[in-house]
């Protein structure tokens, strides 16, 4: 009777260690995971940097994302079509591009 507490006990008192070692070896699992995935988007984000440093690539973003352009060139924008046909008024008028001409007086 004395062996079966002791034994009893024994096992009592392994238990909490042996559930908290499967416990941090699923926790380590998970942050293994997680630092596997974050190297990935560092590499991602290194490359993104080093591509972003040539001169060009910022050209073709600052033109296709923002419309920029160098100073003597001219940017155009061409307008989808309207639904049903219709011209709005804006186009219909017509637009004064040339930024010498007076301003209108027209509301």
Do not use: C, I
């Not at 002791?6 to 942050?31: C, H, I, K, T, Y």
């Not at 079509?81 to 219709?86: A, L, Q, V, Y």
Request: charged letters at 25%; proline letters at 9%; aromatic letters at 6%.
């Amino acid at each position: 009777m004395v062996a079966l507490a002791v034994v009893s006990l024994f096992l009592a008192l392994l238990a909490l260690p042996v559930r908290n070692l499967f416990s941090q070896s699923s926790e380590l699992s998970l942050a293994r995971a997680e630092l596997a995935e974050l190297q990935g988007d560092t590499t991602e984000l290194e490359r993104r940097q080093a591509e972003l440093e040539d001169p060009k690539q910022v050209e073709v973003l600052a033109r296709r994302n923002h419309g920029m352009v160098f100073p003597g060139e001219e940017s155009y924008v061409v307008l989808p079509p309207t639904e049903g046909g219709e011209v709005p008024p804006w186009v219909a008028k017509g637009w004064d591009f040339d930024p010498a001409a007076p301003a209108s007086t027209d509301p």
